[in-house]
C-alpha cells in the first residue's frame, strides 16, 4: 500500500527561528509531490508541487526539497512568523491510484510558532 | 467568493438521520473528490468523480453516497448517520494541464460534522 510518513508529529519553536519538516514515502508510480498548510479549521492550501526531475523549489520562506532516490522531501521554514502556526501535510501524487485516489496524505506535522 | 464552496460549514446531527453536504465550484474544474480528515489521520478518500457521468468509490465509501448534479456540484449524503461519521469533511476539485496530468488540487473550507 502507498504510505507517506512525516516527522515530527508536533513541533514547537520561537518566532523568527528556522524549522525543517520531513517526509518519507513509499509510494509506486511516483508522480510528484506537494507540500500543504492547513490552517485550524480550514482546508489545505498548496505551497510547492515537485516534479521527479527537480530538486528543490521555494515559495517566499519556503523552501521544499526533494531526494527522489531516497523517496525523501523536506520543508524548510525560514524566520518563522505567528502565522506560520499551521498543520504541514506532505502529499504524493500516483498515477492511478485506485480507491486510495491519486494523492496519499500524510498525517501533517502540526507547527505551533509562539512569541 | 471562494473557488471551491461547501455547505454547511458545521452540522450537528443525530444518529439515525440522514444528511447531505453540499459542494460548489467555480474552477470549472471536471475533478471533484470528498475527502474525510480524522484527528491524528491523514486525508482519506470517499468517494470521487471524473466527470458528471463517472461516480468512483473510494478507500471508505461504506456509509457514504454522492451525486454529481452537474460539473459544478458534487454532494455527499449519510443516509443513516452513526457517530464514528463524525469527522471534517473536504471537497476538492483537480483538472489536467497541457500535458493531461493532473494539477494541484483546490480544497473548500471543510464542513465539520458532529453525530451524536
Known amino acids: 500500500k502507498n504510505q507517506v510518513e512525516q516527522s515530527p508529529q508536533s513541533l514547537i519553536i520561537l518566532e523568527g527561528k528556522n524549522c525543517t519538516l520531513q517526509?518519507?514515502?513509499?509510494?509506486?508510480?511516483?508522480?510528484?509531490l506537494r507540500w500543504y498548510k492547513q490552517d485550524t479549521g480550514r482546508g489545505p492550501v498548496s505551497l510547492t508541487i515537485?516534479?521527479?526531475?527537480?530538486n528543490t523549489k521555494s515559495n517566499g520562506r519556503y523552501t521544499a526539497t526533494l531526494d527522489a532516490d531516497t523517496k525523501q522531501s523536506s520543508l524548510h521554514i525560514t524566520a518563522s512568523q505567528l502565522s506560520d502556526s499551521a498543520s504541514y501535510i506532505c502529499?504524493?501524487?500516483?498515477?492511478?491510484?485506485?480507491?486510495?485516489?491519486?494523492?496519499?496524505f500524510g498525517k501533517g506535522t502540526k507547527l505551533s510558532v509562539k512569541p | 467568493d471562494a473557488d471551491v464552496t461547501q455547505t454547511p460549514r458545521n452540522r450537528i446531527t443525530k444518529t439515525g438521520k440522514r444528511i447531505m453536504l453540499e459542494c460548489s465550484q467555480t474552477?470549472?474544474?471536471?475533478?471533484m473528490y470528498w475527502y474525510r480528515q480524522d484527528p491524528g489521520l491523514g486525508l482519506r478518500l470517499i468517494y470521487y468523480?471524473?466527470?458528471?457521468?463517472?461516480?468512483n468509490k473510494g478507500e471508505i465509501s461504506d456509509g457514504y453516497s454522492v451525486s454529481r448534479q452537474a460539473q459544478a456540484k458534487f454532494s455527499l449524503s449519510l443516509e443513516s448517520a452513526i457517530p464514528n461519521q463524525t469527522a471534517l469533511y473536504f471537497c476538492?476539485?483537480?483538472?489536467?494541464?497541457?500535458?493531461?496530468?493532473?494539477?494541484?488540487?483546490?480544497f473548500g473550507s471543510g464542513t465539520r460534522l458532529t453525530v451524536v
Open positions: 476538492a476539485t483537480s483538472g489536467l494541464d497541457r500535458f493531461q496530468e493532473e494539477e494541484g488540487y483546490t
Open positions: 517526509c518519507n514515502y513509499t509510494v509506486s508510480p511516483f508522480s510528484n
Open positions: 515537485m516534479t521527479f526531475s527537480e
Open positions: 502529499v504524493v501524487s500516483v498515477r492511478y491510484g485506485g480507491s486510495q485516489g491519486n494523492l496519499i
Open positions: 474552477k470549472g474544474h471536471d475533478r
Open positions: 468523480s471524473f466527470d458528471v457521468k463517472d461516480i
